[in-house]
């Protein structure tokens, strides 16, 4: 229930304390109002420093790759048997993207079940060992993890101020963490209330708002104020442009779907293998995926290593990517995911888009190479997420393209409604389901087992 007080977060105060001499001398109200500051900028802040790591992470493989290109044949699967282990062993609920966990938080009542998917231990774990996956060449991004870790921060803040409104707080924490995981916090906005929400109450505009900003202030003292791809100024001019828009629309949905079925179908699968000898199977299908990863980054020549970043940019500016970046990017981010490793998809899903726009690009030599690149971007995104909002304002901000907008929408509309034809279950709401079933069987079993002591 709110705080008959004060519900400061959604904007409302009850008549007791509209005066301003009492809203100036709350206690209750500044400690509450100091510790959501705290949290929003912490986010942020961690955010921030999580990107730079990422970075470096990614630059040290690279100097791997440099000294010798079959080391990852030993390194990649090693290094996803260690990680898998330590999310098995020390950080459970780490795995995957960590959009799933955020999700399945607000469908979880049960605090003890919350702290499964959401904590500082998780959190602190998240972010070593997605680092750790990139130093091993996993094809992973740092996005997805990034929420995790806002919506933990958030929650845990949400519980030293006694603020209430957890589930809101979770939502605001996600949204500025994909704003300060790629600088763009309109799309953070629209990833709250498009994915994450599903089902968004107007009252949560107050927290959504509030903590994009604050994180966002943080994450630019830290980095500046940079667009993520950096600028450009591709165009869709011409009637007959469009038709590229339909391919990348339709071709990117298609390819989204795919990916995404066949992470859900993997899932289910390798959850089935793993829970009959839990520590042998999760060994081997780490160490069976760190291999796939390893011999995809061979056969690319180290293209389809790590999040992809260089390669969509240099597609952007207009070198072209070879048309086999596209399907083996998307089979390298696939083994990684199914690897019981943490990592998330939002970068490199980028990537196989831009991939996908390259492959296209030859067949349309009058239209802007970069825009065509962009549109892949979309329609595979949006195909993959099925959030076509969050898809074109998410790449709007980080090309700082505004010329594209409307191209851009109707790739990701097509993109989405074409994986919904394919795919129609919602790749992370599909995950979540495992997350909530999980925490709610697990707190279900705690309750049979205190009853039990409390009688004997």
Not at 88 to 96: C, D, T, V, Y
Not at 121 to 126: A, D, S, Y
Not at 139 to 161: F, K, N, W
Not at 408 to 427: C, W
């Amino acid at each position: 229930m709110e705080d008959p007080e004060i519900t400061f977060a959604s904007g409302r105060v009850s008549s007791r304390l509209r005066r301003p001499q009492t809203l100036l001398l709350s206690r209750r109200l500044w400690r509450r109002r100091l510790v959501f500051w705290g949290g929003a900028i912490a986010t942020g802040l961690i955010g921030a420093g999580f990107a730079i790591a990422a970075n470096r992470a990614s630059a040290l493989f690279g100097l791997l790759l440099a000294w010798s290109p079959w080391l990852p044949l030993v390194v990649t699967p090693l290094g996803f048997v260690l990680s898998a282990l330590a999310c098995r062993k020390l950080f459970p609920g780490a795995q995957g993207s960590g959009i799933p966990q955020a999700i399945a938080a607000r469908h979880v009542r049960n605090p003890a079940g919350r702290d499964r998917l959401l904590s500082i231990r998780l959190t602190i774990g998240k972010i070593a060992l997605t680092l750790f996956g990139l130093l091993c060449g996993a094809s992973i991004g740092r996005e997805g993890p990034t929420v995790q870790v806002g919506a933990s921060i958030m929650l845990q803040a949400a519980r030293l101020g006694g603020m209430g409104r957890e589930r809101g707080l979770i939502l605001a924490g996600s949204a500025a963490g994909v704003a300060a995981a790629f600088n763009t916090p309109l799309a953070g906005i629209v990833f709250a209330i498009e994915e994450m929400g599903r089902s968004y109450e107007h009252r949560t505009n107050g927290l959504i708002l509030s903590t994009v900003i604050l994180a966002g202030i943080a994450s630019i003292a830290l980095l500046g104020n940079y667009s993520y791809f950096g600028v450009t100024n591709a165009g869709i001019g011409a009637l007959g442009d469009w038709p590229v828009v339909a391919l990348c629309g339709i071709g990117g949905g298609v390819g989204g779907a795919v990916f995404s079925r066949l992470v859900l179908l993997g899932s289910h699968a390798l959850r089935a293998f793993v829970a009959r000898r839990p520590d042998r199977n999760s060994v081997i299908v780490a160490a069976v995926a760190g291999l796939v990863m390893a011999l995809l980054g061979i056969a690319s020549h180290g293209a389809v290593y790590g999040t992809g970043y260089e390669q969509a940019r240099s597609a952007l500016e207009g070198t072209p990517l070879p048309w086999t970046y596209a399907p083996m990017k998307l089979a390298a981010t696939l083994a990684s995911t199914l690897s019981g490793i943490p990592g998330g998809i939002f970068a490199p899903s980028l990537s196989v888009g831009a991939g996908l726009g390259s492959a296209v690009a030859p067949w349309f030599p009058a239209t802007s190479c970069g825009a065509i690149v962009v549109l892949g971007m979309a329609g595979y995104f949006a195909g993959v997420v099925q959030a076509p909002i969050t898809a074109f304002v998410i790449i709007v901000e980080m090309t700082a393209d505004h010329g594209m907008i409307i191209p851009l929408m109707a790739a990701a509309v097509l993109g989405f409604g074409t994986s919904r034809l394919i795919s129609p279950e919602p790749l992370y709401h599909s995950l979540a389901e495992h997350f909530i079933s999980t925490a709610r069987a697990a707190s279900a079993a705690e309750a049979v087992a205190s009853k039990t002591t409390e009688e004997a």
